[in-house]
Structures are given as structure tokens and as C-alpha cells.
């Protein structure tokens, strides 16, 4: 894309008219390109967003290193409202540190409300991809429409990233990726294209080794640097279907000890890899990741971690029909996530109340009454106390908005979920996988539509969401690839429908 293609820094000589030019550094003519995982923002505020950027000229090497020296490294950065960088609004230098992977996180602060900008990084000589980015309104302003794609869950091994691409093509103001950004499994021989390292990714050397064959696509690349990103891990970044305590059936099977050391490798790369604010740095085994992001009066987006704090599942993992999901005491948040969502509910800060979650949150059973007890399903209580918390704080316009499943969804929030004639209360959209289950099928036929007439629509393609966030509306825009076991596919939206202000629920358009 012509918008994205790498520039120079002017490292000295005559400088255009109005440019600034940077400190004279010693170039090492030596040093390869050290920007192969491209650039990244994420986290925007009113006055600020934060720039992300790794150093790895070799990303597969197996120490997780990235073909680094054990030294710190000078990083420039630059931010312009231009692409041509003719002037900048905010510039410094970063220590990009061996102890960290060489990874970098900005906070590019002194911005203008509801703007676009540009950035760029320089270390050792090279310069990288230009990004694009862009702040958030300012509190008490609605400021334009918001663009908005979300997207989950991108096997490497099941196909190509497609679906990142068209997404970059559409060009959003703001992308959401709801979990599943890597998987934790070994090379699968016959695959698309294989994972790096025969075994189970346990150290955070696998870690980080992952996070850069994943960051070394280009698709993946061109997400990145067309907008601002907010982020949440799922299960993958760990391992499937974790919950708070070490699993008796985890793969490869672990310790308590060896369980703990896995999270704290895994969060800590998590963190590395993604343009997240210092507030949410990994502390040991956890990290801080429900979190609050206003976009003016507009939305609030509230981040939710399904997993850091949920009860194991119960009768374990998969479809079952099982009581113990509807014990009162059994929670998919904790109690301080739900109490802090809840809070924030009650605010009204914007017009649409946003959560940004990773499992399926509507109720969906089977005709048996078996369900998934991984999703909300496993929680039903908890997803009881907070569709009432928000009716009992009449949020005007609550939204859900999920990754996980592998396929598309748009599902009405119901009161009573075994009452036919329950109120509508809220809204759900499901986005479908970037890869994760290969192809899939053209079927749009709702799976047990008969036992559960609140979900109206499925597909089973790759692709993501395309969301537009209005004043009065918003408007759903399910985007499909029709196969990634090939690269390079066209999108077309297989379905839209739009959400009115004040009016929960599903209209098709």
C-alpha cells in the first residue's frame, strides 16, 4: 500500500524546507535490518498513543533474541501529521533493552483529540515501515464516526493471513484483536505452513520465538500499521482452555511450579509483543489487563480477562450437559473484575458501552441441553449478574463483542434465555477466525437455531468484522475470506445488520 512504503530519516546534509533533522548517529554499516517485525500503535487516548517496535534481524533464532547482541540499543522515533514527515509533533529516543527482547513502548504524549498521525522508528543505521494511527476524542465530544474491524483467533499452521490484509485494505480508525493472536502447539507436519520448533511452546524463549515467526508476516505487518490496536489475550497465549490453576490434563503435563513459570513466560511476552501502556506490564505470573479505554462521548470500551481469574470448567472441558454451571458461586471475571465492570457500567460515559471479551457470551445449547463449557455457558451465573447489573444501571446501549469460536456470529441478549417472549437486552457480536479452522464452509445455517431463536446469523469463513459506531447506530459488517489454505483471496461482506440507540437487538439491513 502506497501509504505504508518505508521512508528515510535525514541523518544530515541539506534538509527539505521545513524538516527537522535528527542527532548525526554512528550508522553500523555492519548491522542488518533490525525492523522485520514491523511497527505497531495501540491504546489511544485524547492526548496520546502508545508506539510499539521490536529489534530482530533474524527472528526465528531459537534463543528468542531475534539475532540481537546481549546489548541495549538507541531507537529514534518520530510522529507526524504527514506522511512526509516535513515536521513532527513528537519525537525522542527509547532504550531498546536485551533484558526485553528489544522490544519498545512509546508513549507518544502532546497529541491532538480525533487525529490522524503518522510514526516511524531508526536503530543501528536502518529506518522502518511508516504506521498510521490516531487519537481518540476528547472527553465530552463525540468527534467522527468510529471505523472500527475486531478480529480473533490466527493459527499459523491452518492458513494464510488473508483477513488481515483486506482488514488493513478497509483502512479502520481502530482494530480490536480479542484473543488468540499466537498459538502455543508445535510444528504439525503437512500443515499450510509450519510452526517454528517441533514441541509445546513452555519458556519464554519459545515464547518470544513464536511472537516473531507470527510478527513476521506481512498481512499481519499491514494490520498493524494501518491503525491503532487494543488488545486481549484468550487461552492460546498460554495454552487451550486454561483457567486460573495449573490443568491436570495441560500439555506437556506440568508442575505447579512449571505452571507458574509457563504464565510468567507467556504474559511476559504477551507483553512484549503487544503496543500496550506501562500500566499494563506483567507483575511475576499475572498481568493487568482489564482496563477502561474512552472514545469521547461516543463509546467506552471495556477490556475484559476471561481467563486470569475464572473458575476451572466446570465438569470439565467441552460440550456437556452439567448442573454445576449454574452454581451461584462460579465466576468466569472474579469478583474484583466484575464489581470494577460493573462500576463502569454505571458511569455512562458514552453511548455505547463496548465489552471487548474472548468467549461466547449468549446462551447456547444443544437439544440435550449440553453447552460449552468453556464459554459463558460454564458461567451462567456470572453472565446473569451482569446482564441484570447493567439493566439494573439502565445502560442504554450495552454491546458484546467476542472472538474464540472460529465462525461469525450476531446474537440478541436475552433476560431469560429459556423464555421465547424475554426482552431483547443487549447485543452480541461473534467475529469469526483470521485462520484458526482452515477454510471452513460456505454454510450459514444457525446450528441449533430451534433451541435457541436469539441467535440470527452464522457463518463458518474466515474473515473479521467490520464495525462503524455512530451517534445513532451502529452498523455490522460480517467480512469473509472464502479460503486461506491459498493466499491472497478477495472479501465481500456476507451479511450487515445495524444496532439503533436505545433499542437493543439485531436489524438486518
Known amino acids: 500500500m502506497t501509504s505504508l512504503h518505508r521512508r528515510t530519516f535525514i541523518l544530515g546534509g541539506v534538509a527539505a524546507a521545513g524538516a527537522l533533522v535528527l542527532p548525526a548517529r554512528t550508522a553500523l554499516a555492519a548491522a542488518p535490518f533490525p525492523f522485520k517485525l514491523g511497527v505497531a500503535s495501540g491504546e489511544p487516548a485524547a492526548d496520546s498513543v502508545v508506539l510499539w517496535t521490536r529489534l530482530a534481524p533474524s527472528p526465528l533464532n531459537a534463543d528468542g533474541q531475534g539475532g540481537m547482541a546481549n546489548a541495549d540499543v538507541a531507537v529514534d522515533w518520530q510522529v507526524s501529521a504527514t506522511e512526509s514527515f516535513a515536521t513532527l509533533v513528537a519525537s525522542g529516543t527509547v532504550t531498546a533493552r536485551y533484558a526485553d527482547a ?20 531508526r536503530a543501528q543505521g536502518h529506518v522502518s515501515a511508516v504506521g498510521r494511527t490516531r487519537t481518540a476524542p476528547a472527553t465530552g465530544t463525540f468527534g467522527r464516526d468510529l471505523k472500527m474491524a475486531f478480529a480473533s483467533c490466527a493459527h499459523y499452521e491452518s492458513g494464510y493471513f488473508t483477513a488481515y490484509r483486506r482488514m488493513a485494505e478497509d483502512r479502520p480508525d481502530l482494530i480490536l484483536h480479542l484473543g488468540d493472536y499466537i498459538y502455543e502447539d508445535g510444528a504439525t507436519s503437512g500443515s499450510v505452513r509450519e510452526h517454528a520448533g517441533t514441541a509445546e511452546i513452555v519458556s519464554l524463549a519459545d515464547y518470544r520465538r513464536r511472537y516473531a515467526q507470527y510478527k513476521s508476516d506481512p498481512d499481519l505487518q499491514a494490520a498493524h500499521a494501518i491503525a491503532p490496536w487494543l488488545v486481549v489475550p484468550d487461552d492460546h497465549e498460554v495454552e487451550n482452555n486454561y483457567a486460573t490453576n495449573v490443568r491436570a490434563d495441560s500439555s506437556p503435563a506440568l508442575t505447579a511450579a512449571q505452571w507458574t513459570a ?18 499494563q506490564a506483567p507483575s511475576g505470573n499475572s498481568i493487568p489487563l482489564f482496563r477502561r479505554v474512552r ?18 470448567q466446570a465438569c470439565g472441558d ?23 465492570l460493573l462500576d463502569g457500567l454505571g458511569q455512562h460515559l458514552g453511548t455505547w458501552d463496548i465489552l471487548g471479551q474472548q468467549v461466547f457470551f449468549a446462551r447456547q445449547f444443544d437439544a440435550s441441553g449440553a453447552a460449552n463449557m468453556d464459554a459463558w455457558d460454564g458461567y451462567r451465573a456470572s453472565r446473569s449478574r451482569i446482564q ?17 469460536v472460529h465462525a461469525a456470529w450476531a446474537n440478541d441478549l436475552k433476560a431469560d434465555y429459556a423464555s421465547s417472549g424475554s426482552a431483547t437486552i443487549g447485543t452480541e457480536l461473534v467475529c469469526t477466525s483470521i485462520a484458526s479452522g482452515g477454510d471452513g464452509s460456505a454454510t450459514t445455517t444457525i ?63
Open 318 to 340: 467441552g460440550w456437556k450437559a452439567c448442573g454445576d454451571a449454574d452454581l451461584s458461586t462460579r465466576t468466569l471475571t472474579g469478583a474484583t473484575q466484575e464489581a470494577w
Open 295 to 312: 472514545w469521547g462521548k461516543l463509546a467506552t470500551f471495556h477490556m475484559l480477562d476471561t481467563r486470569q481469574f475464572r473458575d476451572d
Open 102 to 121: 528489544h522490544s519498545v513502548h512509546v508513549v507518544a504524549g502532546g497529541l491532538s483529540p480525533d487525529a490522524e498521525y503518522f510514526y516511524r522508528f
Open 262 to 279: 509457563r504464565r510468567t513466560a507467556a504474559y511476559r511476552a504477551y507483553y512484549e509483543n503487544m503496543p500496550l501502556r506501562p500500566a
Open 388 to 404: 441484570q447489573g447493567w439493566l439494573d444501571r439502565s445502560v442504554r446501549n450495552p454491546l458484546v463483542l467476542t472472538g474464540d
Open 447 to 509: 446450528p441449533n437455531a430451534s433451541t435457541n431463536p436469539h441467535l440470527k446469523f452464522y457463518s463458518a469463513r474466515r474473515g473479521y468484522t467490520l464495525a462503524t459506531i455512530g451517534q445513532s447506530q451502529v452498523r455490522a459488517d460480517f467480512r469473509s475470506v472464502p479460503l486461506v489454505t491459498q493466499h491472497g483471496a478477495a472479501v465481500s461482506t456476507l451479511k450487515s445488520f445495524v444496532i439503533l440507540d436505545g433499542r437493543p437487538g439485531l436489524q438486518a439491513v
